[in-house]
T-cell receptor, first 114, second 113 residues
Framework: AQSVSQHNHHVILSEAASLELGCNYSYGGTVNLFWYVQYPGQHLQLLLKYFSGDPLVKGIKGFEAEFIKSKFSFNLRKPSVQWSDTAEYFCAVNDAGNNRKLIWGLGTSLAVNP | NAGVTQTPKFRVLKTGQSMTLLCAQDMNHEYMYWYRQDPGMGLRLIHYSVGEGTTAKGEVPDGYNVSRLKKQNFLLGLESAAPSQTSVYFC????????????FGPGTRLTVT
């Protein structure tokens, strides 16, 4: 069965530090990949997504993610975080073929200290 | 354009009581989903619907029922609430599955005592 693993459960950074959140999935076929963000007290919203093409995708608020097929990874990055990036980040994957239900990672809680 | 709305926002139930959570979307989406979010467990799919009049079980369906009588509404019912159902419930909708994003509601925080 598909699974999604987010290695970092809690991350604490200072403003201006660089961020990389890991996401690995366990499906060998073609996948669609997503990162969602949940700011405190708000609902989940899409940060970025990858379906095909350039494996480096850019999303909102300066975030980007790189799909590395050989490593089954889709890590989220931001060169310089801000206090307003404090949130919970979820990686999600679905099979691009028949079973396209989203499989979610457990989330990473990011706290950025001013 | 309100997107996805959920009512109520908060609710406290006693064990054994019943309630219905309402989700409404105004984007004409075919797919709708109910998730629960618990600390350290991420999002778990309870039930989903691929169109008006259809429902299907997700990852954790036990203790819940759903109905999709109208395309824009997706109801989640708890017939006999248990403390294990204390959680934050999110509804989401999407135009399709696969390459499209899911749009989420603001959530309902349910406590069962």
């Amino acid at each position: 069965a598909q699974s999604v693993s987010q290695h970092n459960h809690h991350v604490i950074l200072s403003e201006a530090a660089s961020l990389e959140l890991g996401c690995n999935y366990s499906y060998g076929g073609t996948v669609n990949l997503f990162w969602y963000v949940q700011y405190p007290g708000q609902h989940l919203q899409l940060l970025l997504k990858y379906f095909s093409g350039d494996p480096l995708v850019k999303g909102i608020k300066g975030f980007e993610a790189e799909f590395i097929k050989s490593k089954f990874s889709f890590n989220l990055r931001k060169p310089s975080v801000q206090w307003s990036d404090t949130a919970e980040y979820f990686c999600a994957v679905n099979d691009a073929g028949n079973n396209r239900k989203l499989i979610w990672g457990l989330g990473t809680s990011l706290a950025v200290n001013p | 354009n309100a997107g996805v709305t959920q009512t109520p926002k908060f609710r406290v139930l006693k064990t054994g009581q019943s309630m219905t959570l309402l989700c409404a979307q105004d984007m004409n989406h075919e797919y709708m989903y109910w998730y629960r979010q618990d600390p350290g467990m991420g999002l778990r799919l309870i039930h989903y619907s691929v169109g008006e009049g259809t429902t299907a079980k997700g990852e954790v369906p036990d203790g819940y029922n759903v109905s999709r009588l109208k395309k824009q509404n997706f109801l989640l019912g708890l017939e006999s609430a248990a403390p294990s159902q204390t959680s934050v419930y999110f509804c989401a909708s999407s135009r399709d599955q696969g390459r499209v994003e899911q749009y989420f509601g603001p959530g309902t925080r349910l406590t069962v005592t």
